[in-house]
């Protein structure tokens, strides 16, 4: 367990390792809620001053959790009330490039620039209806849909194929294995992503690619609109 002095220092660490790979490969949203939320460079944000921008521009709130990996079904439940789960989880320093646990690092700096966008809560607040409503099976096809597009996704801006999904934006090694080239990339379709497995201890080997915020809500709707 790290101290929340040590966690400072891998915050910073991470930050100053991760942030020149984002400005060159994250999509617009991310740096539009960026710009809002001015997370600190030098320590771990308290959750106040989170909410601080994030409740005003969106409605949601951030709460802290003590489990390190939370289930979908409290996850989902957190969602339908617009509540935001924060790991109090810190990876140590033999995991910078990659933890296959989510860590706060993670959840606030991939997640909560997005956090601050009303388009973005839009398409976030679809998933927990949809999961509550979702037979077991259809459960885990959501599971997947929300991995391979907010966690994982990829979406086009000019032309040019930019990062998405914040499990790629907090991962210092696997946003570099993507942009070198090294992943196959699809179009994000239900058909295609249901089709293909999560890959939560190494890379994903395969991505999936939407043309913008709204397409993937439509694409995502098409889906659900049929539990
Ligand atoms: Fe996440």
Request: charged share 25%; glycine share 4%.
């Amino acid at each position: 367990m790290t101290t929340e002095q040590e966690q400072d220092q891998i915050w910073t660490a991470l930050c100053e390792r991760q942030l020149e790979r984002v400005e060159r490969y994250a999509c617009r949203e991310y740096w539009e809620g960026a710009e809002r939320l001015q997370l600190p460079r030098q320590r771990v944000p308290t959750l106040d001053e989170l909410n601080a921008v994030i409740t005003p521009a969106t409605g949601w709130r951030t709460v802290r959790t003590s489990v390190r990996y939370s289930d979908a079904v409290p996850w989902y439940r957190a969602f339908a009330r617009k509540l935001f789960m924060v790991t109090d989880y810190m990876r140590d320093w033999s995991e910078l490039e990659f933890t296959p646990e989510p860590d706060m690092f993670h959840d606030i700096f991939g997640h909560l620039p997005f956090m601050t966008l009303k388009r973005y809560t839009d398409l976030q607040e679809m998933f927990a209806p949809a999961f509550q409503s979702a037979s077991p099976l259809q459960r885990e096809q959501i599971k997947r849909l929300a991995w391979f597009s907010t966690e994982f996704g990829m979406i086009r801006e000019n032309g040019q194929v930019r990062v998405f999904g914040a499990g790629l934006i907090s991962s210092i090694g696997e946003i570099e294995n993507v942009m070198a080239g090294k992943v196959p990339l699809l179009p994000f379709t239900i058909d295609n992503v249901l089709g293909y497995e999560k890959a939560i201890y190494s890379y994903n080997e395969v991505l999936f690619v939407f043309d913008d915020l709204d397409s993937l809500k439509t694409e995502l709707a098409s889906y659900f609109e049929r539990l």
